[in-house]
Nanobody
Framework: QVQLIESGGGLVQAGGSLRLTCAAS????????VGWFRQAPGKEREFVAV????????YYTDSVKGRFIISSDNAKNAVYLQMNSLKPEDTADYYC???????????????????WGQGTQVTVSS
Protein backbone atom coordinates (compact mmCIF):
# COMPACT_ATOMS: atom_id res chain seq x y z
CA GLN A 1 0.00 0.00 0.00
CA VAL A 2 1.14 3.55 -0.66
CA GLN A 3 0.33 6.73 1.25
CA LEU A 4 0.19 10.01 -0.66
CA ILE A 5 0.68 13.53 0.64
CA GLU A 6 0.15 16.61 -1.54
CA SER A 7 1.77 19.96 -0.87
CA GLY A 8 2.49 23.20 -2.66
CA GLY A 9 -0.96 24.69 -2.97
CA GLY A 10 -1.73 28.27 -2.12
CA LEU A 11 -3.00 31.61 -3.35
CA VAL A 12 -1.55 33.04 -6.55
CA GLN A 13 -2.50 35.78 -8.98
CA ALA A 14 -3.63 34.96 -12.48
CA GLY A 15 -0.63 34.36 -14.70
CA GLY A 16 1.45 33.06 -11.83
CA SER A 17 2.88 29.63 -11.15
CA LEU A 18 2.76 26.95 -8.49
CA ARG A 19 4.39 23.56 -8.19
CA LEU A 20 2.45 20.83 -6.47
CA THR A 21 4.25 17.87 -4.97
CA CYS A 22 2.84 14.41 -4.38
CA ALA A 23 5.09 12.53 -1.96
CA ALA A 24 4.71 8.81 -1.50
CA SER A 25 5.53 6.59 1.42
CA UNK A 26 5.15 2.89 1.89
CA UNK A 27 5.99 1.87 -1.66
CA UNK A 28 8.19 3.27 -4.39
CA UNK A 29 6.44 5.32 -7.06
CA UNK A 30 8.49 3.65 -9.76
CA UNK A 31 5.93 0.87 -10.16
CA UNK A 32 2.88 3.13 -10.17
CA UNK A 33 1.02 5.39 -12.54
CA VAL A 34 0.23 8.69 -10.84
CA GLY A 35 -2.47 11.14 -11.73
CA TRP A 36 -3.55 14.59 -10.66
CA PHE A 37 -7.21 15.44 -10.34
CA ARG A 38 -8.99 18.57 -9.18
CA GLN A 39 -12.35 19.50 -7.79
CA ALA A 40 -13.70 23.02 -7.84
CA PRO A 41 -16.47 24.10 -5.45
CA GLY A 42 -19.80 22.76 -6.60
CA LYS A 43 -18.27 20.74 -9.41
CA GLU A 44 -17.33 17.13 -9.96
CA ARG A 45 -13.77 15.96 -9.64
CA GLU A 46 -11.98 16.07 -12.98
CA PHE A 47 -8.83 14.59 -14.47
CA VAL A 48 -5.89 16.96 -14.91
CA ALA A 49 -2.76 14.97 -15.81
CA VAL A 50 -1.20 11.54 -15.53
CA UNK A 51 2.29 10.08 -15.72
CA UNK A 52 2.94 6.45 -16.44
CA UNK A 53 5.22 3.98 -14.72
CA UNK A 54 8.80 5.20 -14.87
CA UNK A 55 7.67 8.52 -16.33
CA UNK A 56 7.57 7.02 -19.82
CA UNK A 57 4.35 8.73 -20.89
CA UNK A 58 2.25 11.69 -19.86
CA TYR A 59 -1.17 13.03 -20.77
CA TYR A 60 -3.09 16.18 -19.95
CA THR A 61 -6.62 17.37 -20.12
CA ASP A 62 -7.06 19.92 -22.91
CA SER A 63 -7.60 22.87 -20.60
CA VAL A 64 -4.10 22.59 -19.09
CA LYS A 65 -2.06 21.48 -22.11
CA GLY A 66 0.86 23.79 -22.67
CA ARG A 67 0.54 25.26 -19.16
CA PHE A 68 0.97 22.32 -16.77
CA ILE A 69 3.80 19.80 -16.65
CA ILE A 70 3.70 16.52 -14.75
CA SER A 71 7.00 14.89 -13.85
CA SER A 72 8.40 12.29 -11.52
CA ASP A 73 11.53 11.84 -9.45
CA ASN A 74 11.94 8.22 -8.44
CA ALA A 75 14.92 9.00 -6.22
CA LYS A 76 12.71 11.29 -4.12
CA ASN A 77 9.63 9.13 -4.54
CA ALA A 78 7.66 12.14 -5.69
CA VAL A 79 5.53 13.35 -8.57
CA TYR A 80 5.20 17.03 -9.39
CA LEU A 81 2.67 19.19 -11.16
CA GLN A 82 4.21 22.41 -12.40
CA MET A 83 1.38 24.84 -13.08
CA ASN A 84 2.17 27.91 -15.15
CA SER A 85 0.03 30.72 -16.55
CA LEU A 86 -2.59 29.98 -13.95
CA LYS A 87 -6.15 31.14 -14.53
CA PRO A 88 -8.99 31.75 -12.07
CA GLU A 89 -10.72 28.68 -13.49
CA ASP A 90 -7.82 26.55 -12.22
CA THR A 91 -9.00 27.26 -8.68
CA ALA A 92 -9.77 23.91 -7.03
CA ASP A 93 -8.63 21.32 -4.55
CA TYR A 94 -5.95 19.24 -6.24
CA TYR A 95 -5.50 15.57 -5.49
CA CYS A 96 -2.86 13.09 -6.52
CA UNK A 97 -3.75 9.46 -7.01
CA UNK A 98 -1.76 6.32 -7.72
CA UNK A 99 -2.27 2.79 -8.92
CA UNK A 100 0.10 -0.11 -9.67
CA UNK A 101 1.10 -0.05 -13.30
CA UNK A 102 3.79 -1.01 -15.79
CA UNK A 103 4.87 0.29 -19.14
CA UNK A 104 3.34 3.26 -20.87
CA UNK A 105 -0.25 2.55 -19.83
CA UNK A 106 -2.13 5.70 -18.83
CA UNK A 107 -5.28 6.07 -16.79
CA UNK A 108 -7.72 8.96 -16.87
CA UNK A 109 -10.66 8.00 -14.68
CA UNK A 110 -10.68 8.48 -10.94
CA UNK A 111 -12.13 4.98 -10.61
CA UNK A 112 -8.86 3.61 -12.05
CA UNK A 113 -6.87 4.82 -9.06
CA UNK A 114 -6.71 2.98 -5.75
CA UNK A 115 -4.74 5.42 -3.60
CA TRP A 116 -5.49 9.07 -2.98
CA GLY A 117 -3.96 11.95 -1.07
CA GLN A 118 -5.85 14.39 1.10
CA GLY A 119 -5.65 17.24 -1.40
CA THR A 120 -4.11 20.68 -1.51
CA GLN A 121 -6.00 23.87 -2.25
CA VAL A 122 -5.11 26.12 -5.15
CA THR A 123 -6.70 29.55 -5.45
CA VAL A 124 -6.03 31.79 -8.43
CA SER A 125 -7.16 35.38 -8.07
CA SER A 126 -8.05 37.55 -11.04
Amino acid sequence: QVQLIESGGGLVQAGGSLRLTCAASGRTFSSYAVGWFRQAPGKEREFVAVISWGGLSTYYTDSVKGRFIISSDNAKNAVYLQMNSLKPEDTADYYCAARPSYGRVLYYSDSDFAYWGQGTQVTVSS
